[in-house]
């Protein structure tokens, strides 16, 4: 039964608690409250005329608390879907983001500039950190089954740290706006995750197959997630925009993308699966599409009328991706999507960037009145036309692709290092590697691991 | 394994996208943001003096995401219970209301009034859009498991547009009040779909017998969906009540009217039960019946006191109804009522629609003072007196039966045409006929659900 | 299959209709709107200047809904990781926490002061009403499995009403601060139970023990509760601290801590867990010690660097409580602690109420400033010294465990009477007792129970 290669007895601990020291460490060394969450701070506002009222907890902590639960619950439960590997995704989305978004307070506090050395955090840095995370994890459901908690964490250190760098180049640098993150969250995770699995490809994976698909039951569970990510993205999209019309507006607009992409991903579904029928991956999936494709433009005047044509052809996309797109990524690219984020954050984030990149250089005045300086406040201040708003949305894909598919392919190759315990071929997407499983169906199931174990070690050899 | 009658190859991706393309042009054509939502206006209510924090999004964004909750989750798993309809439950409870939001919006906005043409929309309308999409799904439950997808949206579109009609009757042109929709949304939605039940009434059901009941997962996946919609009662009730007092009142008196509930259910649940044990189906329904009862008067002064008896009697009924009144249902009036709506929804309902009207008729200046002119504005400035409110309240619900009922009976018929694919009596209550099973476990059922499509055809032929 | 000890046809109904008559009356005669609730209240604090923006449900009512989750959905289904015993762990903390919440509106309005007479109540009432049954869900952990909902029921009656008595003498005689409730909710609600635990012991448990433990799905029901109560812990200590900074420094101190927690509780438990394996007890539970134990001491300036320093303590504390503790417990203290309520309640409890003390003990106006109003309004005042109040903390955990055991201990004394329909030893964690169970598991399972039931009177015999 036992494994040394796989055995993480030293190596999880040693990981969890490094990183953890180090955090603290930092944050202790870095991290102060910001005016809104200071006792003496904030009641010097008070003293300056604020309203308790006003403290910004009650104008994003209700989001946050959405996004919290697309995080934690929204994709924890979606990788839920593999028969044998509930415990390892709800579990280790767990844990990889709890570590990411301690990390990515720091990584966002350092690049996003520090006051007097100091890292200020309130509820927009949770929000932020929260967004980095999902970016963890979109990359973790590429390589879903293939991996194990250390290479997860690695994985974590170095994306979360790049995520940051990408995000300030995009949204500071360049001048860039996406709220929702299309670009600096979807595509960044989903192309850095698939350069990852390209990295790790495992020629030998068949010898798994039969784990890497659903039960009845794991689909229910999935649906969880699945529809937990749908109702909340409109929270996810709004977040960090202005306060007013802004908040308001993009919840609007990514609600309608989604109803959208929903009926689309029902009808391509029934078109193009097996016998008429309806594939649960598409519904799981294809139908959150609309919330990705929004995410840049669901904060301009993009209408509900063209956040529905937006939903409706990212759903179409999606859809046809999971068919047609994903089989030649395995076998031409070599590329194994675990969950297909190429088709759920890759290709929608792209469309997502450029229907932004579109809805900025189609901005006027006109529309927008003084809410310009809410949405695009460089074009309200006249620094720059509306077309070269579109020109630097346009750049900032181009960057954000350039960045993950590099960080991806040099983490790839880090997380190749035999050190990290993950699992052999034959015993890929099963949870008995690295949790103990209970006992009645258990016994069953780890005299197969056993087996599986032992072959794998011959295979080895 | 294929089966022409039930091949959605064709119909349903013509259904869904036609209707999507029908929506998407009549959002194009008709829709706009309103004065919340939209940058230029928002930004002159600015200038005038208005604040951010004023923005409505703030004030109702929260209680949307509890019903939008409602909605997907709890309705969605309350009806997983079902032991091979899972996928079913929660994906068309999926797709359909997804499709009736949209189509929603634009029916409601057509009745309630358009502005220069147009139907200018925010955060109220996504609410009033969820509320209606409930009355749908309540109408679901009644034909859960016997119906086709295809057959589920024709109803959506009919049930959605006699929805719009009946609100605006009830509310617009009669003047009553029904915040959390004892009337226009359970009670109508309970009748339209038993009716429609009554007109699909399938003499051979009982050949699908065996699957129509829960086992041991289903009913926890069941529970999901109850505790949700249990919990996030006080919001739907509250979620577009007059701001201040009257939301804070509504959710309070939902709470304490769901918790009396819940005694008496479990009461009564050990009483009728076999051998004095608890029942999941009383368990899962009954306790919700204190939320849907005081849907009416949860906005007026009725106290956690009178809350408190009003969700008790309900609880009661609902359990008696459960265990006498279903029954004979189906076998004198051929209803099959799969969810037991008429006890959920239905009797609860009217019974909220009553007391309604009751304590409308007792309202009084010395309880409400200035309150009035939020709950009872007729009332207030003087146009009626208190009880001809609750007379107005009675005839909203005579009115409301009426419409839901015909409604209902005609929907019946169109349904009843055999073009959309509905399912042979045989293999009703099974997912296997509209989804892709996964295999382990499906490749057993799947074997089942050719041989019961044999039987079917046999039995058509 | 029937069986008159565990028969609740009449004892159930009989306790829950006669206790909620109880209830209804009292509320009849005691219970009002307070100022927030009240139509014409409000409406005159509106004539004096107050806006309905400024009405506390909007400041409250988000946190309160989190709140509500966790109690329903997190202990909920916390407790479904036994196998067979998910309609009990749901169905038995539905049927007590909506009992308790009604029961500790009057209690807690009792002994808090009422106002002529009169217990005046809002959205603060429900928030406390649901805090008091957490704890009493905190104690039915302690007995999961081997107590009848009668007996649940009758503990909630004293629970509650101990709950209120020591909450008074802490915040109100004693002046201590405790808003997470580290001491008044997890300290008590633990050893409470405990003490409940002992008195009922059960020497012949082990004949249930194969039931006493997990399946693959009951695990991933379990970490839905889990997941919930990991989110929302922020919202539950800051949902009743001062508006402001108060409520927004609370919930990220305990956002960080609980990330903390997080990864000190993968950590160790791959350390101690067999084989380096991940232990799924040690997730679903120590991963929260971390909310725990910054329950008094969030709302304090304890900053993000404390509140991970803590957070990591409370998860290895927890882990090592499940490894090595909690079979010394069993053995040698003969308490049988079902869901190991010491380790992630009981021990994270009493260390959060130290470092509520230290934190309190070390307060300074430099470091507060004005904010010291809200926090420590005796400090401010000049009415104590910080170290002071640092005392009244440490008294305050003293006198709250002194009464969570005495009142344990009699309590489970009343409960030990034979009269309360509570099952044999050996078919504890086993739902076929109260509840109806489906037919096709349930068939087999009906037969087990059956054989066993025969077992236990012959036993009882």
């Known amino acids: 039964m036992t494994n040394s290669a796989t055995n993480l007895r030293l190596k999880l601990p040693m990981a969890c608690i490094i990183l953890e020291v180090i955090i603290i460490i930092l944050f202790g060394t870095l991290v102060k409250y910001d005016k809104e969450t200071d006792a003496k701070q904030w009641h010097m506002e008070i003293a300056n005329g604020s309203s308790n009222y006003e403290n910004d907890f009650y104008y994003r902590y209700p989001s946050f608390q959405d996004v919290h639960v697309m995080i934690f619950i929204g994709f924890g439960f979606l990788m839920t879907f593999l028969q044998r590997y ?14 990411a978004l301690q990390w990515a307070t720091l990584m966002q506090g350092f690049v996003h500039g520090m006051h007097g050395g100091k ?29 194990s908690p250390v290479q997860l964490l690695v994985m974590s250190v170095i994306e979360v740290t790049l995520f940051a760098i990408n995000e300030f180049i995009v949204l500071s640098v360049l001048g860039a706006k996406d709220a929702g993150g299309s670009m600096t969250i979807h595509t960044f995770g989903a192309y850095f995750g698939l350069m990852v699995a390209r990295v790790l490809y495992r020629p030998n994976l068949d010898k798994s197959k039969h784990k890497n698909c659903s039960v009845y039951h794991s689909d229910l569970f999935a649906m969880i997630g699945t529809i937990y990510l749908w109702m ?41 699966a097996h016998d008429g029928k309806l594939d649960m991956v598409h519904i799981q ?3 959150l599409a609309g919330g990705v494709a929004v995410g840049t433009a669901g904060e301009m005047m993009l209408t509900p009328f063209g956040s529905m044509i937006v939903g409706f052809l990212a759903g179409t996309v999606s859809v046809l991706g999971f068919k047609f797109l994903s089989p030649i990524l395995e076998k031409k690219l070599k590329i194994q999507d675990t969950c297909g984020v190429h088709n759920l954050h890759g290709m929608p984030g792209v469309l997502g960037a450029i229907v932004g990149a579109v809805t900025a250089a189609l ?48 983490t790839g190759f880090i997380l190749k290092l035999p050190i990290y315990g993950a699992p052999p071929d034959t015993i890929c997407f099963e949870d008995g590697i690295y949790w103990e499983l209970p006992g009645e169906e258990g016994s069953h199931e780890e005299l197969t691991t056993v087996r599986t174990l032992d072959e794998a070690e011959k295979l080895n050899a």
């Open 363 to 410: 901005a006027t005045k006109d529309v927008y009145g003084d809410g310009m300086a809410d949405v695009f406040p460089d074009i309200h201040s006249g620094d720059v036309e509306a077309s070269f708003q579109g020109v630097r949305q346009a750049i900032s894909l181009a960057v954000t692709l350039g960045i993950a598919l590099l960080g991806g392919l040099i």
């Open 119 to 147: 890292i200020h955090i309130g509820i927009e840095n949770m929000i932020n950190a929260d967004f980095c995370t999902g970016s963890v994890l979109i990359s973790f459901g590429a390589v879903l089954g293939k991996t």
């Open 232 to 272: 909340f993205w409109p929270s996810f999209n709004s977040a960090v925009t202005a306060h007013g019309d802004d908040q308001h507006r993009t919840a609007m607009n990514t609600y309608y993308s989604l109803a959208a992409c929903t009926l689309a991903t029902y009808g391509l579904s029934a078109v193009v």
């Open 285 to 287: 999936n294809a139908a």
């Open 86 to 99: 509930g415990f390892s995704s709800v579990g280790f989305n767990f844990l990889i983001a709890a570590f």
